[in-house]
C-alpha cells in the first residue's frame, strides 16, 4: 500500500502549481476586458459664457474643431478592441442633445442615465457603475473609465498608454485617477501629490487650487501633478468603497437606480431617491479618503477648457498671438482670444483679452480675470435673466427655433422641424399663433382637422386650440411663426401627446 506522505507530498506540489496557473487565467481573462467609458456630461461651463448656457452648455459645442466637445470625447473612446459602448450620464434637460450629437457622431450609447437633479460626480458615477454591473451580470465585475465630455486630448497615443498601464492597476483592486503632468503653475486646477517620481505611484494627498507662488513651489517640486478629473476602477470596487466611506450616498443611488424608468435609450433615475442623495464629488467623497487611491502620470496634451484663456491657448494663433474665430478685423491688437458668430467685431489698439459675442450677448474681459466670468452668470441668475438659460436659437428632439424678435404681447420665431419629426399636440391658454410655411411641407392638425400647408400658405391657432405640427417629408420643414397674446412664456404648453415622453 502506497505511503499516504507520497499522496500528501505529490498535492502539495500540484497545488501551487495549479493556484499559479489558475491566476494566470484570471487575470488573462481580466486583462482581455474591454473599459467601458463613462462620460459625465451634466455641468453648465458658466465660465464659458455668453457661449455656454445650463440649456445648451459647454460640451454640446464646437469650441475647438468642427466636432462638439461630447462628440471629441466620444471619438477618443471609440477603439473596439479596448473600449465596449460608453455610458453617458446627463441632466434630464439634455437628453435630446445627447442623443442626437452621438447619432452625428456615429456613435451607439449603451445607455443614456438621466439625472433629475444635480448631485456631483461621486454620485453619477455610482449609478453608472450599477447600470455597468446589470449588463455586465451578477457574477461578473466592469471597468470604469470615467471622463468629463467637456475635456481635451490632442495625443492619444499617450491618453491611450496611460489608460492601459492604469488598467493593471485597476484590475488589483486600486482607484486610479489620471495626474496631469505640468508645464505651468497653473492655478485653475487642483494638484495631486504623489509618493512617488514615474509609474503608477501612491497618492499622497489631493490640494485645492493654489495662488500662484503656491502652485509655482508646487511645478517646481516635481512632486504634484494637476488633477484632471478623470479615473479608471473597477465598479464593484468603486461601489464598496462609496458604501464604506458615503453609506447614504451609496444607498441613494442604488435606491434611484433600481426605480429607475427606461424609456428608449434612457434611464430615468427616481427623482424622490435622487434628490436625498448627498452633493459630493468624486474626489472629497472617495478618492480623498481611501487606501487605494494611485495616480498614473499623463502627458496627453489635456486641457479641461474650464475658461476663454484656455481656449486662447489652445487656439492658432496669427503674427500678433492672437487667437480669432469668425468676422473679426484687427489693428494693434496683441495676446487676445476674439470670437464672432454673426457679427462683425472690430478691435483696435489693445492686448490680453477675450472678446467673444453670441446670438444675444457680447462679453469682454482681461484674460487675468475670465475666472470671474462665472459670477457674472450669478448676477443674472439672481435677475432671472433668460441669458443664463437658453440661446437665442434653442434645440428640441424634433429640430430647433429661434426667436427672432419679441416684444409687448408678441413674438417672432423661426421654427425648423427635421424630416419626419412631430412637435406635440398640445394647446395655449394665453396666446394665438400664425404658421408661415418657407420651404418644406407642413402637416397641420386643428383640432379634429388635418390639413397640408407647403411654401407661401399659412395657417392660424386660434388661443386654446388643439393643435400639432408634423414634417412628413424628406427635407426639413422651415416656417415662420408669429405669436400673440397676454404670455407668451414656454410654459403656457399642455401638451397631450408627445413622441418624445414630454409632460412639460
Known amino acids: 500500500m502506497p505511503d499516504v506522505r507520497h499522496y500528501c507530498w505529490a498535492l502539495s506540489a500540484i497545488i501551487p502549481l495549479f493556484a499559479v496557473n489558475n491566476k494566470k487565467i484570471i487575470n488573462k ?233 427606461k424609456d428608449r435609450d434612457f434611464i430615468r433615475l427616481d427623482k424622490g431617491s435622487f434628490d436625498e442623495c448627498p452633493d459630493n464629488s468624486i474626489d472629497y467623497a472617495v478618492m480623498e479618503k481611501t487606501s487605494s487611491a494611485v495616480v498614473v502620470p499623463m502627458d496627453a496634451g489635456w486641457c479641461d477648457v474650464g475658461s476663454w484663456s484656455a481656449l486662447w491657448m489652445l487656439g492658432k494663433k496669427d503674427e500678433n498671438n492672437n487667437t ?66 437658453m440661446h437665442r436659437k434653442v434645440y428640441r428632439p424634433w429640430g430647433f427655433y429661434d426667436s427672432v424678435d419679441t416684444g409687448q404681447r408678441f413674438q417672432v420665431k423661426r421654427i425648423t422641424v427635421n424630416a419626419g419629426e412631430k412637435l406635440s399636440v398640445q394647446k395655449h391658454h394665453h396666446r394665438a399663433e400664425h404658421w408661415v410655411v418657407v420651404s418644406g411641407t407642413a402637416k397641420v392638425t386643428l383640432g379634429n382637422k388635418e390639413l397640408l400647408v407647403t411654401e407661401n400658405q399659412s395657417t392660424y391657432i386660434p388661443v386654446g386650440e388643439v393643435h400639432a405640427l408634423e414634417n412628413p417629408g424628406k427635407i426639413p420643414l422651415q416656417l415662420i411663426e408669429v405669436q400673440t397674446g397676454s404670455y407668451l412664456g414656454e410654459d403656457d404648453i399642455v401638451r397631450f401627446d408627445d413622441l418624445y415622453g414630454r409632460t412639460q
Not at 138 to 156: P, Q, R, T
Not at 177 to 204: M, N, R, W
Not at 327 to 337: A, E, G, P, R, T
Not at 361 to 375: E, F, R, T, W
Open 324 to 389: 480669432i474665430q469668425g468676422d473679426v478685423i484687427l489693428n494693434d491688437v496683441k495676446n487676445c482670444y476674439i470670437h464672432s458668430e454673426k457679427s462683425l467685431i472690430a478691435v483696435v489698439g489693445v492686448q490680453d483679452l477675450v472678446i467673444t459675442e453670441s446670438d444675444d450677448a457680447l462679453l469682454i474681459a482681461h484674460k487675468d480675470c475670465v475666472q470671474d466670468v462665472k459670477k457674472v452668470v450669478e448676477r443674472l441668475k439672481e435677475s432671472n435673466r433668460p441669458e443664463t438659460q
Open 29 to 261: 481573462k481580466y486583462m482581455a476586458m474591454r473599459i467601458t467609458p463613462i462620460i459625465l456630461s451634466g455641468g453648465n461651463g458658466s465660465r464659458l459664457w455668453p457661449q455656454s448656457r445650463a440649456l445648451y452648455p459647454k460640451q454640446f459645442l464646437a469650441l475647438v474643431n468642427e466636432k462638439t466637445m461630447l462628440q471629441n470625447t466620444l471619438e477618443r473612446v471609440s477603439d473596439s478592441s479596448l473600449y465596449s459602448a460608453p455610458v453617458v450620464v446627463a441632466n434630464e434637460e439634455h437628453r435630446f442633445i445627447v442623443a442626437e450629437q452621438s447619432r452625428d457622431a456615429g456613435v451607439e450609447l449603451n445607455n443614456i442615465i438621466l439625472e433629475p437633479v444635480a448631485r456631483n460626480t461621486a454620485p453619477a458615477v455610482a449609478v453608472a457603475a450599477l447600470d455597468a454591473l446589470e449588463t455586465m451580470g451578477a457574477e461578473e465585475d466592469a471597468l470604469l473609465l470615467v471622463l468629463a465630455a467637456d475635456h481635451v486630448i490632442e495625443n492619444l497615443r499617450a491618453f491611450e498608454n496611460a489608460v492601459l498601464l492604469a488598467k493593471q492597476s485597476a484590475l488589483e483592486s486600486k482607484l486610479v485617477t489620471f495626474g496631469i503632468i505640468p508645464d505651468q503653475p497653473e492655478t485653475g486646477y487642483g494638484y495631486i501629490k504623489a509618493k512617488g517620481k514615474s509609474g503608477v505611484q501612491l497618492v499622497e494627498k489631493f490640494v485645492e487650487k493654489p495662488d500662484k507662488i503656491t502652485a509655482e513651489g508646487y511645478v517646481a517640486s516635481g512632486d504634484y501633478y494637476w488633477n484632471s478629473g478623470m479615473f479608471l476602477f473597477s465598479a464593484r470596487q468603486y461601489l464598496n468603497e462609496l458604501q464604506a466611506l458615503q453609506p447614504v450616498m451609496h444607498k441613494s443611488c442604488v435606491n434611484a437606480y433600481q426605480s429607475a424608468v
